[in-house]
């Protein structure tokens, strides 16, 4: 597509993608109405052997944040009980057992996550039009993540662009197009269907870990889908886009006129599900050993109420 | 089983019952072992009809613990950025983009969570032999919950003993027998296989939620396995024991000699994975209904480094 | 004085005893203005004995919180490295050293703590016409208690009304008027004099100590100061008002038409100081048995940066 | 002094200067026995112009930590409400008033603090003999820092030995001896007394800030005091020694045999008292200003129990 991403672009998207009402003027779930029970009963197939990989990165201090945006810090585990203290005695009268024992705070968008469709607005409305307002310090009234609890389940898909360009990883700031996708997809052999996990690997996040440091990845610069990317989510009714970077969309931006102009349109507009910090290297090199791109896919978010999103593991099971 | 519980009963189950050793000395997943890769694929031709069940909890200061265990305290959700703020202007400069945000921090147990096999020592041992000195301040050094990213998964099975008796819940204090498990398991048509996730219903989180009050559902007296059920977890092999309460064997236990004698066998002598706090009432009703109480189980804890258990959302889909 | 407490009472004090531009249109420091360096000198030769009393409370789990209030919490006090854990050995190598280290986690109001006058809104404003607005996710924008991080020093006053009133405590509900503080300082020989800190004792923190409960010490009805008293503290120009309360004004309010009318004035009209749940037992008993009220009083914040208060110990010193 | 820093030279001064005993086998106050009443009295007369200098830092993301030692993080301040809440009315029904309200989680000495004297053991004891396993889980069962709720009261000099040596800092790795200590003394015209505070300034904190990063600065390398002060506080009898620093001794240490000698004497063997972190800029300007060093400290520790220090904002007045 050839569009002149700014504001006038993102106007315009918001106003063709909008999902405002198309499942009722209560929906609270967006584009994972995509999904089907027959969906998940089709993608129960697609476990033949058995293999599950987990998703998830690690939840400790040596996290991907940097306090850049919005002061999120790495997850924060202490213990509250420990072996040495049990081994001491100290437990043996109270609570009169042996036991370690532990408590974790971190930003429910500090590691890999889910984005409740509530976390992002445009101007002083969520999806559906539910008020901004709603998302006080209470949480978030209307589209908190605790609405998709059981929804998080059906088809997954990887789209590997990384190792369909032949690279370890794309760099920062390189953008992938529509066509890009499709052509990868056909490469896969694989076709994107409606109420697909889709997920996109870029490799930025292996490349952090291969030169040992996070630098600015949450929050910074990184490889992702163009704007025109929201055409196309639109267009393929997918239940959600997941990639292995902090925000899925390419940055810098397209535009200088406005900040992550691709989640003003999914989110507020669409309200597509977005899956963020996905670890993706050992599905991605099953994928390419089998030539399988397709799988079972389970993602459940814990269930916090007014959640702004989730940390989560997800599997992905063939 | 004719047995009196006692330390002397605990000594004997931890020497029959250990199964250090049995899948290597280097071994950090107990029970789960019993999982097979082809389990994993006959699980999902259970996924029939598509219906998906959250067996999570809201995670809230509504939550169930009163600080009678270890200090742990209900999840405390605070926002990092609201809607408000973002309706107000506050973000248009500094991020640049109108959302929200929030953070979550919680002891890993305080709701519904897994066990990992290092959460319970005997004396200064933790399963398959590890020093239990090793759960450091920094955390579960061998046996964290981490290890068991992509082992949650396979065949589901509901045992409802509080349907089963035809009672609402079963009262504080109030065993399960061997015997009752296989009695139930008849009735409800359903064989306990190698591998599998056993789930208890006893009621009595419904009633609490009846009652509108959590009262001293954690740590206090709960209906539960009796001291015997270790027997039986090990002949049959399964992978996994979870319950609506908040630990499973029944409180006040069958001896005033020791605290939680199951404990002291399945997670440090079995390395038996637990479940607990689990929201089964829409499961349980659908079971009820059409009669199927085996279904596809997906239960992904978070990958907390060196966690002691982790908060959940397991899914059930039938 | 004989008010009709309510919406228009809130309104006239507002308006009279405002003291907005007083100090100039920039003040972020409300009464605090009042105490002038000789002020502090001239308390300095209260000092005659050297007795020091601290007036700040236990931070930990048996605080007063309860959850009634905007989801407070009881101080969550949490050990980052142990005496086993060093005994054991574990941080011989790393970091090499055997030490204990721990955090704390609390609400900045949960215990003994100073409100920032900018803690409390008339409408959308703050003391001086700051907008309430600045007070957003990133902390209170213009009139955090960092402001005032030398300034609480001063003479303490010391009004004993359960003591003056020949009783333990006073009664939840009971009001103290202004006529009882002149009395009360009176019989004590003690004048209230322009900038001092002025401290109430009411008795109820003892009372719930006593009975071994707090009960709905934190947010419920309280013995506390009448609405009149907010005249009382401007023609004295005291430079802050403290209790062994939650919250310094009686409760049940002596109006329905709006909460806390005393709190509406004196913070956000007059800038007034406030500290909340001092333990004044043994200070109380001091000056019982020497008869002397008045004291050196130094009771600095934390400098937390855009806080809305702070958690303190304060110092009488006599 | 001529001492060969080392395993031996540990092992000789903290049997040397054990205050084990000294004042009672039940003491949990160490070198702050040092403070009379009388000294209190006295050091009011230094109160003489009413200025007051606020030597704690700012507590917020910003902060000194770098995750270095023990895993400890920078203050996390979250708002719990907010005014852009209270202005969209959120509050308006519950509770009924416009208000802001915040939440503090940190290290208790991840910025400026005290060290209580059971932070750090010899072996498997503290001062005064205590058992280090005491200092589990549950926080420091005899030397928490609440014992020192009224004591940090009394006479503060400051020994500002950047100015004396007319530099703007030292710079890392410089050492400070005892002799120098006495000729800076000498030359400010202040005796160092019984049961004073000693607060050195070496400017490290003002040239991080000058330079715009904290750096390595807590737990890196740093000017501080050489081991043979240790000595010098026991002959002296100070109450406390502070300094703008992470940890008041030199680093790298004077030893590589071992890490912090100087700590592991004056802390479990003397109970001394200790203060890092401190903010020196204006009070060194001011002293140097006006040739006065000495002045009223008063500098009390938050009441946390079993605390291993708390986070403070100590008061010099003169």
């Keep these: 597509m050839n569009i002149n991403v700014g504001r006038k672009a993102v106007a315009e998207a918001s106003e063709k993608l909008s999902n405002h009402g198309r499942w009722g003027g209560d929906d609270r779930l967006g584009t994972l109405n995509h999904v089907l029970p027959e969906d998940i009963v089709r993608a129960a197939a697609l476990i ?24 999120r810090w790495n997850p924060i ?9 049990a081994v001491a005695g100290r437990y043996d009268k109270i609570p009169g057992i042996r036991y370690c024992d532990d408590a974790l705070n971190m930003p429910v968008q500090a590691a890999q996550h889910w984005d409740a469709i509530g976390h992002i607005f445009n ?20 589209l908190g993540i605790e609405h998709t609890k059981n929804r998080m389940v059906g088809r997954g898909v990887l789209l590997d662009v990384a190792r369909f360009r032949g690279v370890d ?8 197009s529509n066509d890009e996708l499709d052509t990868c997809a056909k490469e896969a052999n694989v076709e994107i269907r409606r109420g697909d ?30 704007f025109e990317n929201c055409y196309w989510c639109q267009d393929k009714q997918i239940a959600a886009i997941c990639t ?44 390419d050993a089998d030539g399988i791109y397709e799988f079972f896919f389970c993602g459940a978010p814990l269930v916090i109420t007014g959640g702004t999103g989730s940390p989560i593991n997800p599997q992905a099971i063939k």
């Design 77 to 85: 585990h202490t213990m509250l009980a420990t072996g040495p203290d």
């Design 244 to 287: 292995d970077t902090w925000g899925v969309e390419v940055r810098p931006n397209e535009t200088s006129e406005l900040n992550q102009p691709w989640h003003r349109v999914v989110i507020p507009a669409m309200g597509l599900t977005m899956g963020e910090m996905f670890c993706l290297k050992e599905l991605a090199e099953d994928c």
């Design 169 to 176: 990883w794309l760099k920062d700031g390189e953008g992938i």
């Design 197 to 226: 996990f889709v997920i996109l690997r870029t490799g930025q996040m292996e490349r952090c870990l291969a030169e040992g440091k996070w630098g600015a990845y949450a929050g910074g610069d990184a490889p992702g889908v163009r």
């Design 48 to 71: 033949r052997t058995g293999k599950v990989f987990a998703l998830g990165m690690p939840l400790d201090r040596h996290g991907p944040q940097n306090g850049l945006f919005g002061g």
């Design 123 to 142: 101007d002083d409305k969520m999806y559906n039009g539910f008020d901004a307002r709603e998302a006080d310090s209470n949480g978030l009234g209307n």
